[in-house]
């Protein structure tokens, strides 16, 4: 029997409005007990003193690329990169080669998960057949092989009798829609967005109405469905606005948004850096404010990373011309300390809850929560520690971070998953 407890450390568990030094006992990969000065002859302790115990991060977004895109990523170095960002759970998106449209390609995913990943894998299924926006895919096995929300992320779904028809089928099997919110006609060959520094750039922009536009289209058809709705990386300040309106009036609405995006604006793109274009696009400091306010005050429910991993001859291209997204499993805690906590805009844990049990009731996943006999998943992270984030020392395989070298105050010190301890910072 293996028992390890993590001592001294100040356990701030929001599924239970717990907050206070405390030790936590593991047994068999369960959490045993929460209490003071716990002991056992035959434990391996881990002395937390100084530091943030938490139930296991989650990251409701993420591209692992596998199968089909390996040279980018694998389930494997995509999973280590998770734990290194303190993360113990993650749902992939369908954006694979195939396309995860069907119960095979399903479970394949979730079979290579369980031989490679050192954190747990969720995988997301299509809401259509190809990602192709016209003919639902095969939702329901997909769901008895194991997804937990459908998404086609990357090629939003312009027919609004498809997305109607998918969120029926969504509500009668109780698994969320996630929508990429983007009007493809509106944003049509932009780079950026469409502001005062792409007219100075000479880039092409996106509007932020591209993205306000379908977050209305679906909000109404939330309504008239009934369906779990989420929306995917939330950039745009009116469209902050409309989930915050959506919430107060009952629908069953919540977002996600990323830490570049409470932490970048357009004003901050170094010019023609391919390490700067991700979609949504990095937009103007009122939609910056705007996102930092709909966190604080609760229209946001989850901080997501959007990792999207792309090899190193596709993304240092002219910007024109490169491929959309930016890695981001291993600064997220970084970030968000740095732009939420260490601002005094939020306190830990208010930050915490964004990281565990909002995200795990977004998708219905049993973590977030460090509840005797719940599995033993949990983060361990500081507040103060500085620390250098180095792109080349990554575990994933791409290196697309606008991040890279940047000083970080507080960041993730120990990552364990159902027991055992899969990552461990060293300075």
Not at 31 to 53: C, K, N, R, T, Y
Not at 286 to 301: E, F, M, Q, S, Y
Request: net charge negative; glycine share 8%; hydrophobic share 40%.
């Amino acid at each position: 029997m293996s028992r390890i407890i993590i001592k001294n450390g100040r356990v701030i568990d929001p599924s239970q409005n717990f907050d206070r030094v405390a030790d936590v006992a593991i047994q068999d990969g369960i959490v045993s007990e929460i209490g003071i000065d716990l002991s056992h002859p035959d434990s391996e302790q881990f002395d937390a003193s100084g530091l943030i115990v938490a139930p296991g991060f989650i990251d409701i977004h993420v591209h692992l690329r596998e199968p089909g895109f390996e040279h980018a990523e694998t389930i494997e170095t995509g999973s280590r990169a998770a734990a290194a960002g303190g993360f113990t759970s993650i749902c992939c998106m369908p954006n694979t080669l195939p396309i995860n449209d069907n119960a095979t390609v399903t479970s394949y995913i979730r079979d290579r998960a369980q031989r490679f990943a050192v954190v747990n894998v969720y995988p997301i299924g299509a809401i259509t057949k190809h990602s192709a926006g016209e003919e639902l895919a095969a939702i329901a096995s997909m769901k008895q092989a194991g997804i937990v929300a459908i998404s086609d992320d990357g090629k939003p779904v312009m027919n609004a009798r498809v997305v109607r028809r998918a969120m029926e089928f969504a509500r009668e099997l109780d698994i969320p829609l996630i929508e990429h919110c983007e009007d493809l006609n509106l944003s049509a060959g932009g780079d950026m967005h469409e502001g005062i520094v792409s007219t100075r750039l000479g880039l092409r922009g996106i509007p932020r109405s591209s993205e306000d536009v379908m977050v209305a289209r679906d909000l109404i058809l939330t309504e008239v469905t009934g369906c779990r709705y989420h929306v995917a990386h939330l950039s745009s300040a009116y469209s902050v606005k409309m989930v915050a309106w959506a919430k107060a009036h009952g629908l069953k609405v919540s977002a996600e948004t990323t830490p570049h995006h409470f932490v970048l604006s357009d004003c901050n793109i170094r010019p023609y850096d391919s390490n700067y274009k991700m979609k949504p696009p990095l937009r103007e400091n009122r939609d910056v404010k705007a996102i930092v306010d709909g966190l604080v005050d609760g229209t946001i429910d989850a901080i997501a990373t959007d990792h999207a991993p792309h090899a190193g001859a596709e993304k240092m291209q002219e910007f024109e011309r490169c491929p959309f997204g930016i890695i981001g499993l291993e600064t997220a805690l970084g970030l968000a300390l740095e732009q939420l906590y260490h601002t005094n805009r939020i306190s830990l844990p208010e930050l915490v809850k964004l990281f565990t049990n909002r995200p795990a009731q977004v998708v219905s996943l049993e973590r977030g929560t460090l509840r005797p006999g719940s599995i033993a998943d949990v983060t361990i992270f500081g507040v103060d520690h500085e620390w250098t984030y180095d792109v080349n020392r990554s575990p994933s395989k791409s290196r697309n971070s606008p991040f890279n070298g940047k000083r970080f105050r507080g960041g993730p010190i120990a990552t364990i998953v159902a027991g055992r301890v899969v990552w461990r910072y060293e300075s």
